[in-house]
């Protein structure tokens, strides 16, 4: 892949938009913007990073550490994985931990697979779990905050199964890092300061208060050095009698204890739902994309996780879409560009609305989740864009037969954490997680926070006719997912050329397709293509990250009949490509992450 010529990145990006100073802070989210997961912070200026033997791509740079750790100690991306994601539990707890859930995709060389560890709707729930009794949906965190929304945890028991299989180094040895840090501590950074700061609901959970704040309800200073005796307790339960710790006995009834008898917004959370939970292994949703006006032509095969997660899916159709527009003779200067982008987003977030949900519990249109990525139907999608923005899209219709159920309203979603790493034998692995919304349900059981990952079900069961949402609540149910984990391959020789992905909340798709496009199209390499300004839109007003397009810019946007909002978009892309000496890496200057490896 080649990597574009520094000079020529920064004129790029000086044509359509400003840099934000690397010692001040981008501006502030207004509090009415209800789709940022996690507000901004501080702004981390990145280099990138270039190796030769492997590299891990983390949120959090001793994340980073501990799975370079593991793989100098002989391990693989599965290994490096479980030491990094129980490290991010401990010092990034705003966006996933062992209460919660995850996607992995994992190549070792010959094949591709997907492990499920989403979380999962308790047995006794239905519906009508955000409904209240005068018959009018719960506001979001009316729902949250408490243990109404907590789904059944599932990434220790997925990352236990992909062990089992594609793991080398003993299963207690991952738990080391997280343990040693738990019990010395960590310093408390800029990001984690700033987002205590600002939640209003944490200190509610006596437990979390007592945690994260000081006596005097003040959340604690950046550079206080945090210890976690309890989750250190756990993990090293965890690692000696494996995921069994957490699913069953004592742990797993204080977690219920828990959610059962919050006082105000109880959950139904039970102990036969723990036991019960089982990750699911999937077939990965791969689509092959053929980059337009791109010399020398390279086909590529880009992977991503299936339903229940609509990453995939959605990212395959706008860069589909996309290619069947003039938008690849076109720089990402060119406000038409921007007009071609969110067109091709609008048109792929109503079918995501109209039709993705938890496979087991939905069937796909035309009995196949690739009726929605198929040339031809793309290009029917394509030819819907014209000159003037359609500000919203209907859905499509990838079978002839009429949609069973009615599209879910547009509806927040949150948090969330990714990792890329590539080990010494070439095995590649993507892995986003999450607890959802930051700091989860805000309710704190031996060192850990939980998920509130029901709440990423449709609120409204039906529409006002009655019709079902496909994303509904239901029983044993994943809620439909943004998370993207991607793995890209050169279609012909099968190499692996890309891992990344990004947290988000819906936005998420849209990070993620920048990277592609970026690197894909325009040949950058990971770091400039994710220092690039954030953009999309979800089938709503055209987004565009606050203070970063010329106003000439986006009144050009205006012009072509486009609602356009500036707001906060504080991705966390991580990515890691290969190219002809290695592999090169890039993380997010809007948060903390960093690229380790050798």
Not at 20 to 43: I, K, L, M, N
Not at 85 to 99: R, T
Not at 435 to 464: K, Y
Request: aromatic fraction near 8%; charge should be neutral.
């Amino acid at each position: 892949m080649k990597v574009l010529c520094l000079a020529l990145v920064t004129a790029l990006l000086a044509t359509s938009c400003g840099h934000f100073p690397s010692t001040t802070r981008p501006p502030a989210v207004s509090a009415t913007d209800t789709r940022q997961p996690e507000g901004p912070s501080e702004h981390i200026v990145q280099t990138g990073w270039q190796g030769r033997k492997f590299a891990v791509a983390t949120a959090h740079p001793l994340a980073s550490e501990a799975g370079v750790a593991l793989l100098r100690a002989g391990g693989t991306a599965i290994d490096a994985a479980i030491g990094a994601q129980m490290v991010l539990g401990l010092v990034e707890p705003q966006s996933s931990g062992i209460g919660g859930g995850a996607f992995l995709l994992y190549h070792d060389g010959r094949e591709t697979v997907a492990f499920d560890g989403r979380e999962t709707a308790p047995a006794s729930v239905d519906e009508r779990l955000f409904i209240k009794a005068d018959g009018k949906t719960m506001a979001f965190h009316e729902a949250v905050v408490g243990g109404r929304a907590v789904g059944v945890p599932g990434v220790v028991r997925m990352l236990e199964v992909a062990h089992a299989e594609y793991g080398r180094l003993p299963w207690a040895s991952l738990f080391e890092p997280a343990i040693r840090l738990a019990e010395d501590g960590f310093p408390v950074g800029q990001r984690l300061h700033t987002l205590l700061s600002t939640d209003p609901h944490l200190r509610k959970d006596a437990p979390a208060a007592a945690y994260f704040y000081n006596q005097d309800g003040q959340p604690l200073a950046v550079g206080h050095i945090l210890r976690n005796p309890e989750l250190a307790s756990v993990l090293r339960r965890i690692a000696r009698e494996g995921s069994q710790a957490l699913y069953t006995g004592e742990i797993a009834q204080a977690i219920v204890d828990k959610v059962q008898r919050h006082p105000s917004n109880p959950g139904q959370l039970s102990m036969a739902d723990m036991a019960a939970y089982r990750p699911q292994r999937r077939t990965p949703l791969c689509s092959t994309y053929l980059p337009e006006k791109v010399v020398p032509r390279r086909a590529y095969l880009i992977c991503g996780f299936p339903p229940p997660s609509s990453g995939a899916i959605a990212t395959a159709q706008i860069l589909g879409i996309m290619n069947e527009t003039e938008a690849a003779l076109l720089p990402f200067s060119d406000p038409l560009w921007m007009h071609y982008y969110t067109e091709a987003s609008r048109l792929a977030f109503a079918d995501r609305a109209q039709y993705v949900a938890d496979p087991d519990f939905v069937a796909a249109p035309a009995g196949s989740w690739n009726s929605l990525i198929g040339p031809d139907y793309l290009a029917s999608r394509a030819r819907l864009i014209g000159p003037q923005s359609m500000q919203v899209a209907r859905p499509g219709r990838p079978s002839p037969k009429a949609a069973a159920h009615s599209p879910m309203p547009e509806q927040v979603e949150y948090g969330t954490s990714h990792l890329s790493i590539v080990d010494g034998d070439g095995n590649a692995l993507a892995m986003t997680s999450t607890i959802e919304d930051a700091f989860g349900a805000r309710q704190m059981v031996r060192g850990f926070l939980l998920n509130n990952q029901l709440s990423d079900f449709s609120f409204t069961p039906t529409d006002g006719r009655g019709a079902p949402v496909a994303n509904r609540v239901e029983p044993g149910k994943r809620p439909r997912s943004s998370m993207n984990p991607t793995l890209v391959f050169d279609k012909e020789t099968g190499e692996m050329v890309i891992s990344g992905g990004s947290p988000g909340g819906a936005l998420i798709i849209h990070y993620t397709t920048k990277l592609l496009y970026a690197t894909l199209n325009w040949g950058f390499a990971p770091q400039p293509a994710i220092d690039l300004p954030n953009f999309g839109s979800l089938n709503g007003p055209t987004l565009l990250e606050e203070g970063r397009f010329a106003p000439s810019f986006i009144e050009a946007l205006r012009a072509r009949g486009h609602e356009v909002k500036e707001v906060g978009m504080s991705s966390g892309l991580q990515a890691i490509a290969r190219d002809r000496d290695g592999y090169t890496g890039g993380a997010d200057p809007r948060r903390e992450g960093r690229v380790l490896g050798e």
